[in-house]
């Protein structure tokens, strides 16, 4: 738990950019969440376990108001929802039925839920709003899920904007939206997202003092040199 | 018009997250408009009856500057809109092509249009801004209308954001977007709408305290009863 | 060069809409990029020459990271850039892989490039907004552009959002996006602009006055008269 | 009608590529109708008068099998359909309810309508080939209309593929799919065309001898020589 | 396992146009299976009980090569397929990864399945249509499943086409596509099935004599009657 | 030259579906180009050098039927294009305007060109189809390319369908659509393919004797031994 603390705690201040790059080195191409973007501008990036909720399309003879009421509910997964997690929603990029409103939100948020992703929209976005809850999604829509989708279950495999995600992968999601971290992957990003994150703000102040690019990002030799230089200085 | 009043100020507090919800119950699960978002952030909730407009795609020799002052134009329809009606356009989601600039948008205020709501885009989005009209689209386009789409007619039934309208359906539209409610199922809505927002109000104050999602949202027994001495307690 | 000066200050008063149905007269329909939005609210307009930049599909033996460092990268681009020009981006609509970040733009901002225009989207978009960088883009994106695009080259003729540039094409962008004027056009665009916008000026304040459009936009001869009147007694 | 036979006999032997080619010379772009193919492989060309269907999207109360027996059906449409006529069909691109099967296409068939063209899809595929009606479309698929659309009336402007069609326009289309030729241009496309696909069918005997297309396509002097020595010598 | 035999030998002779149009009359809207044709044009109509694969989309560290080889492989799930039943596979409409190739579909064919369905695409087209496994899909592409796609489980409830296919569904596909019919109203569309198609079958035969469709489709009184005395007197 | 022949001609018995397989074991998964589609269902299995083409959005003022006359044309194009290339047209995914029709097909034809291949459509589908050019493309519009794109130069790196393109890359395309290798894989290919085939052949036999695929497909060590044994055996 101290080390998933301590990871929670470096990522906190490693951006999406820096660690899709990262992931890109080792591979990883297909892992940010296409259409999802933060609900209010000034939202605060968000580190957590995945929390994977699972929805299909809607058939009307089993997505009706009634179906809320059933064991294997939203209502259900919410409750099992622990504590710092990241909600993560597969609504098949559906964006004509709000998967969640503001009283499912508000629970969440009593609940101590980090936030809440997903690949669709969610409803009563201004009560939702009210929630502060932290939300990253496509926007909003007012029917119900019921009228689009039906709830399956949760915490199964998922795709979530074109991206696979599994129970318990670590999420990260800031102003460029969200992306998951491999397991095995976790200890590497966060080893290298500080260092990266360091350079990059040495690079930003040469090019505040004029420095052109070529040479300075990537660094050559003499850049490099320049840069321990810095870092031995701080 | 008295009557239509009440219904009016009835609706004027209850969300279209609401109203796609009690239509839903109704079996309509097609009311809610695609695409179509507030101009602005803190638009206020709209209650009109709709006046609909038509646009066909444009073809070189109809669609030209020449058109506007033809009698079958938009200005026609402008000055044939009643006061507190709700414009609805059908520009069939052609999103290159600004279906009304910040001079139609203008004499619409002046004439007291209640909100202009299409499945197209307006031009000239600085100075639509400026004329305070209510204005539910899919952002903005700088072409004029004539580069995309031909204007034909007005209160015919149309098709906006995937959705049938029919002149003087009843429209809300808020921050969740813009829904249609069949004439037929107006009075339905008026009476259910109010007792669900109340409903609702008591379930957020619930949720509030600490009191998890199962049971209370959708209510079981006891919840019922909660609910009702907290009514009767008001 | 003076006569680009007073060309680019005559444009700093014309919106896009006017040139838009300026061209239209001239028979040009599609000088209006798709897709691309002012990444912040109260972004000034800006008038540039088009600086052009290419890129393709990612393939993985040819986008990566070690490519940044090629004489033919964005880097070396943007070293080529002159003050004042407009950096068109040509990302082919790409929305899951950003092309510049925030060390980028503060670069481009350093050398005095008046703006960035992509139909793909940029990343970092914090750091970016923090450049002060005017841009316009279909928003952000975690991933590096070599996640999905390879640059090519620059100052060649591209598309963007649907329409051709070439370089050194004038471009004007503002809240209803960006659009690209041909050169054998620009002095008509100049003579007929500041007369379009006045003329608009004079509708708008009509229209305050409560007189409706048709024989006002566009004008009937007695409207043309009062219009003359206007003009003469300012 | 003599003049309109002569129209039609003449315009069976031009093709819609030709067609296209010559409304382009008028300025006009946006005649042939995106998305709607022919459904079986050696379909023959068809001419004749746009006679227009209308389809709105479905709203659960309006669009029921009991819609059917209504007045202002497709029913009702197909019996005021003149024998020769092309139905066209604006099913607003909507490609999961079939707008008609296999009976309504039988009764169009034994009424000598000349084709079906929509930018939506048929139902019942199977029943609608063996009817020998020419049918235009995006495809088949199983539901009926009213599980997407509602039928609003006929020999209304519709737009059908992205393109305008108004009653009684002129429509040609093959196996390159349906192009709209508007009245005024008819006797120059008839006059036009003879001409061009005898030029065309000079310049592929010339290529198939091994003459470069530089030169030949279009024509330089010499080969404009050539060409008229040809004519004369049939 | 007699009353299954009856129920697919009746269903055999129903099409799927006419399976939606009595599953409309019991409100379900949302049955067929969007963008899945036949691979060829004269597959036969299959009838089965849906076993359902599900796929997510591909991460790089999952979707390999050697994921193929895994207990939960599609692999395993072809191996657990009974006799008679129809695949269902979940592709999230993914077209530029096929699911599944010749080797698969040939160990399919030897097992018994009726045939393969699915919103994403197959691979190696030439050597699955010789495997003569009756196919419905969105077409081909090269890359193997694990270039977008990585399989997860069987028998799970999914997605296809935008439709919910829950395990064990009955499933019907013809050339108009595939439709899924909920357990509970199998009967229902047996039941009405054979007589609906022998109301069509009269239908046509008097619109082949030139009756024309208002009054008999859907039928008056009058010729409910003439209906009735046909189906006495055969 | 002895050894291109050799290439070419090892090639042509190795799927795309293999060749896709084989490039993502090097890491590559984005070589086959969506949306393209052979014309005919027979159409033989091409392998040659890449020949690119390059088209931009059309602009009224650039894109006219005279353009056609220039020499950076399409014509001039084809007169560059040595016998046995591939040519690879990036026409931006545009499929309403016709990039070449029969006049050029019969060109290429003439001058020994293996294939045109596109992510746009052709024109004049029938003359095209007699000029018996293998082509592969998203199908067919009647508009001139003019009406949409802008034709800008050759031998240029592109796009096509997603993928990007080199000029001199070595392309296959067959019924599963068109791959392409880069220059550094081809002798990988060439050494894998054909033991891929002929391990794909014998699993295919092994099927068709009723083993299933697990431990067969991929092969465990038994599976292994019986192969080679088998292969040793012909």
């Known amino acids: 738990m101290e080390h998933e603390s301590k990871t929670i705690a470096a990522l906190a201040s490693v951006t999406t950019a820096t660690l899709t790059t990262l992931l890109l080195k080792k591979g990883l191409r297909n892992v940010w969440m296409r259409g999802t973007q933060p609900v209010r501008s000034e939202q605060a990036r968000v580190v957590g376990r995945a929390f994977t909720l699972r929805f299909i399309p809607a058939r009307e003879d089993q997505a009706t108001p009634e179906s809320w009421a059933k064991p294997t509910s939203t209502r259900g997964a919410i409750e099992a929802m622990p504590a710092g997690c990241v909600a993560i929603v597969d609504a098949r990029g559906v964006t004509d039925a709000g998967i969640f409103g503001d009283i499912l939100c508000a629970r969440m948020q009593q609940r101590g ?45 998922i795709g ?31 080893d290298e997202g500080e260092e990266h994150e360091r350079y990059e ?12 690019l070529p040479g300075l990002y990537p660094a050559n030799e003499e850049a490099k040199k320049r840069y321990e230089d810095w870092k031995k200085a701080k």
Chains 1, 2, 3, 4, 5, 6 share one sequence.
Do not use: M, Y
């Not at 929630?131 to 009228?147: F, N, R, Y």
């Open 113 to 157: 839920v980090a936030a809440l992703i997903t690949d669709g929209v969610v409803r009563d976005i201004h009560g939702v709003l009210g929630t502060h809850l932290p939300v990253w999604c496509q926007g909003a829509a007012a029917p119900p899920s019921v009228a689009g989708l039906t709830f399956v279950n949760w915490q199964e495999p």
């Open 160 to 190: 979530c904007g074109g991206v696979a995600v599994f129970p318990d992968d670590l999420i990260v999601a800031d102003d460029d939206g969200a992306v998951v971290i491999p397991q095995a992957l976790i200890d590497f990003v966060v």
């Open 201 to 212: 703000t040495w690079v930003v102040s040469e090019v505040e003092k004029g420095v052109p």
